[in-house]
Structure formats: structure tokens, C-alpha cells
């Protein structure tokens, strides 16, 4: 690229970033805020990346994990991070994370088409060869997010350094791109990244691995979509004496935009599409109500500004329809499971973390994962390794050390911690009993258990787990 197209190249770019602030500067308020209600913390994060000519700048992105996350586990984000936020997910999903790079594009730290920004730390194990992608200015979109995007699903499910993986085995390839990219890059190039960029985006939203994994949970949404529906237009029949004309009907499609953009949003937060339906407790309820109250009440303001004069007894009676709705069809669903099931009475499950992620650990999840009589329900794995942070076992995820007990239980409601001691150091089992103590958390202290589940027999190991020892 000449100078004479380098120096177009940024007026195009800090004009575009000027009109994409000022256009999207609600949408950033917006997303400025339910970053910073979701979880403790600044609403951007920043970090270094490396810049054109060798030398490192501040990129700025949504802030979508905790506090604190990248001194508790590898630099790279892995599959089902435990430190990405409830809003995170959703932010990174979407890619509204990236929104802020308009501010850095805006400075001239980047362009909206180049080799997508490195951490300096990678850009140490680059050839001299691969350095020259270096000479050119980093990009919001570029070759990798239209030709390699997705580089977390290349990971393995057991992959236990994925910083080793990632220089090994995906940052060459991504290099390479970059490197022609840079030799051949024009300003039609740049156009056909642009609109390819735009295009992939839009694609990744909508994966076939991704809908298939979830298939489940896209059929639980879409039936609370169709309550959603089915709720609101039932509040404006009985508040209207089930007579609605023409401009009532228009009305209420009106309204139904709101409702449709509005409430499965919130409904994802809550985390209603992450819990199980074979079991339904006080938790559970507990967050059907506050999704559908925080839902009802934006709805309520959105309309407020663009609908005039609609009925507040409309929303008053589908807040009321949809939680009997919404909760009714998930204890029938959650009946039904929990019948077919177990085929008899049972008492209600305890939802427990089990400690310890080898052996012992794996045995202890295979155990009551595979039992069908057992009243103890995995939701969770600690493990003093961070590099096993993320990781699926069983389809249970490490969600972290002792430090993260705390947290674990309170957003999944453990009841008890299961202690593999056949994987633990007793120092480790020191920390986690501790913290067990001050959370008044009940635990049970868990031998090796490979004689017991070598027989087979069924509620052997349940009994085994009741007569460990344990405290409250």
C-alpha cells in the first residue's frame, strides 16, 4: 500500500470511527451499564497489545470476565471460561465487546482492517519472517476473523495448556494469513475484508456445532418466546373484555417488538436456558421471578417513550400471566422428567462441588452422574491446578480453586463440597475445608473409592459419601 492509500486509509478510518461513536453512543451507555451491574469491576477492559513499527498500545474492549481474571488462569479465554460474566457471554457472542476499538481506531492505534492486535508475550516466539505482519497497523476486522474465525472451538476438550497449543498449532496458520494480507493489501482488499467481516458475524451467530450442542436449550427459548406471546396478547383480551379491533391488533404487534427484544434477553441472564428441568427448586423460581419481573419493568419503560397511552393493567396482568406460564411449564416439564426418571419418590437433590479433578474426582462425578438414584447433583468442579480451569469433565466444568468456592455457591446454590482425598495434597485440603467453614458450607471428606466402585452396586457410593466424614 502507497502512502498516498495509507493516508486516504486514515482519513477513512477516523472519520468512520467518529460517526460509528457518535451514532452508537447510546448503545454504548447501554452496554457501559449492564457491564457494570453485572459483576464488580470497570466497564472496559485494556490491556497491551503489540502496534505497527514494534511498539505496544492500550486496546480497549467491554470488560466480559471477572475481576482480576487473567491472574487467576492462562492469557488466552477457553472453551466455557468460568471467569467470563453472565453479560460477558452475551457481549462475546455478539462481538459487542469490540465496539470500543472504535476508540482506538479513532487514535490511530488501529484500522478497521489489519492483522487482528496481539499480546506482545506471543509476538516473542515469531520468526523473523512472521515479524513483518508487525510493520502494519493492527485491525478491528482482518484475515483471521474471515478466514480462521471460532480459534476457541480448534482447542481440545482435555487440552491442559492452551497457551502451548495455541503457539503450536493455530497461531502459525493465523500468521500466515496475516503475512499475506500485509504483502498484498490495497484498498479493494480492504473492502472485501470489510464486507466478509460483516458477513462472518452475522454467520457466527448462527453455527450449526452451536445449535446442535443446544439444541435443547433453542427449544426451551423458543417455547418461553411463544408464552411471551401467547401472555401479552392474553393480557390485552382480559383487559379488554375479549374484544380487540384492527388498531388494537396493530397496537399490540407494536408492542410485541419490545417484548420480543426485551424479555429473552433477560430471560439468557438469569440463566433460565442454563439450568436443568428435571429439577425445579427454590432457586430456580427464585430466578423465574426476577426474570420476568426486571423484563416486565424494561418493557414497560421502552414502551413509555414509544407507545403512548398504553394500558399499565396490560403489563400488570401479563406479569402475572407469564411467571404462571413460565413457572407452571417448567414444573410440569420438570414432573414429568423427574417421574420418567426415577420411577418412584425421591427427596429433593443436593446440588454439590466436587474437589479435585484426577482421578478420585472423575470417579466421584462418573459415580453420580451415571446413578440414577442418587440425590446428589455434580454442578461443579475445584481443582488448586489452573490450567484445568474451563475444563469439561463428564460435561461438569472446573470452575476454579478453593478461592472460588464462594462464588461457585452462591451463583449455583451448593449445598456441599465433595473432597476427593485421593487427589488432593492435605494442604489443599486444609484450604478447601476452610473455606467450607466460613461459608457454614457442608463438605464430606472422600477416600479413594475404586474398591467400592468396582462392585457396582447401586446407592453404594451415596452411602459412601453419607458416611464420610463430614461437617457442617
Not at 428435571?278 to 416486565?296: E, H, N, P, T, Y
Not at 417448567?330 to 427427596?347: C, D, K, M, P, T
Request: glycine share 8%; with cysteine.
Amino acid at each position: 500500500m502507497t502512502r498516498g492509500q495509507a493516508a486516504t486509509k486514515r482519513a477513512l478510518d477516523f472519520t468512520a470511527a467518529l460517526v460509528g461513536i457518535s451514532v452508537l453512543s447510546p448503545l454504548f451507555l447501554l452496554l457501559a451499564a449492564l457491564v457494570k451491574l453485572d459483576s464488580h469491576g470497570p466497564v472496559f477492559f485494556r490491556q497491551e497489545r503489540a502496534a505497527a513499527g514494534g511498539g505496544t498500545f492500550r486496546i480497549f474492549k467491554f470488560r466480559t470476565m471477572v475481576v482480576g481474571a487473567y491472574r487467576s488462569g492462562a492469557r488466552l479465554t477457553v472453551r466455557r471460561d468460568p471467569r467470563i460474566t453472565k453479560v460477558g457471554h452475551i457481549l462475546r457472542w455478539t462481538k459487542l465487546d469490540e465496539l470500543p476499538q472504535l476508540f482506538n481506531v479513532l487514535w490511530g492505534d488501529m484500522s478497521f482492517v489489519g492483522p487482528r492486535p496481539e499480546d506482545p508475550y506471543f509476538t516473542n516466539f515469531y520468526t523473523p519472517e512472521q515479524r513483518e505482519v508487525l510493520t502494519a497497523k493492527p485491525g478491528v476486522i482482518g484475515p483471521s476473523q474471515v478466514e480462521g474465525r471460532d480459534e476457541i472451538e480448534k482447542y481440545p476438550e482435555d487440552c491442559e495448556n492452551v497457551e502451548d497449543f495455541y503457539i503450536r498449532h493455530i497461531l502459525p496458520p493465523k500468521l500466515q494469513r496475516d503475512l499475506h494480507y500485509v504483502r498484498h493489501a490495497t484498498p479493494a482488499s480492504d473492502v472485501r475484508y470489510l464486507v466478509a467481516g460483516v458477513g462472518a458475524l452475522l454467520a457466527s451467530q448462527f453455527k450449526s456445532e452451536f445449535i446442535a450442542r443446544n439444541s435443547y436449550r433453542l427449544a426451551a427459548l423458543a417455547a418461553d418466546m411463544v408464552l411471551m406471546v401467547v401472555s401479552y396478547v392474553g393480557a390485552n383480551l382480559i383487559k379488554f373484555d375479549w374484544r380487540l379491533g384492527p388498531d388494537e391488533w396493530t397496537y399490540i404487534g407494536k408492542a410485541l417488538i419490545w417484548v420480543l427484544a426485551v424479555k429473552p434477553v433477560i430471560f439468557i441472564y438469569y440463566g433460565l436456558y442454563q439450568r436443568t428441568t428435571q429439577w425445579l427448586g427454590r432457586r430456580d423460581m427464585a430466578a423465574i421471578v426476577k426474570a420476568v419481573s426486571i423484563s416486565s419493568a424494561l418493557v414497560v419503560a421502552g414502551t413509555y417513550f414509544s407507545l403512548q397511552h398504553h394500558s399499565r393493567a396490560v403489563f400488570l396482568i401479563d406479569w402475572i400471566v407469564l411467571l404462571f406460564l413460565v413457572g407452571g411449564a417448567r414444573y410440569i416439564v420438570s414432573s414429568v422428567l423427574s417421574g420418567a426418571a426415577r420411577g418412584e419418590e425421591r427427596g429433593p437433590f443436593v446440588k454439590v462441588l466436587v474437589a479435585g479433578s484426577s482421578h478420585g474426582g472423575e470417579a466421584i462425578l462418573r459415580s453420580l452422574l451415571e446413578d440414577p438414584r442418587s440425590r446428589f447433583m455434580p454442578v461443579g468442579i475445584i481443582d488448586h491446578e489452573p490450567h484445568r480451569w474451563g475444563a469439561l469433565i463428564h460435561g461438569v466444568r472446573v470452575m476454579g480453586g478453593a478461592t472460588d468456592i464462594a462464588m461457585a455457591a452462591s451463583t449455583h446454590g451448593v449445598e456441599m463440597v465433595l473432597v476427593s482425598l485421593a487427589d488432593l495434597d492435605p494442604v489443599v485440603v486444609r484450604e478447601i475445608v476452610e473455606a467450607c467453614d466460613k461459608l457454614a458450607l457442608e463438605y464430606r471428606l472422600v477416600p479413594a473409592l475404586s474398591d467400592v466402585l468396582a462392585q457396582r452396586v447401586s446407592g453404594q457410593f451415596e452411602k459412601i459419601i453419607l458416611s464420610s466424614q463430614a461437617r457442617i
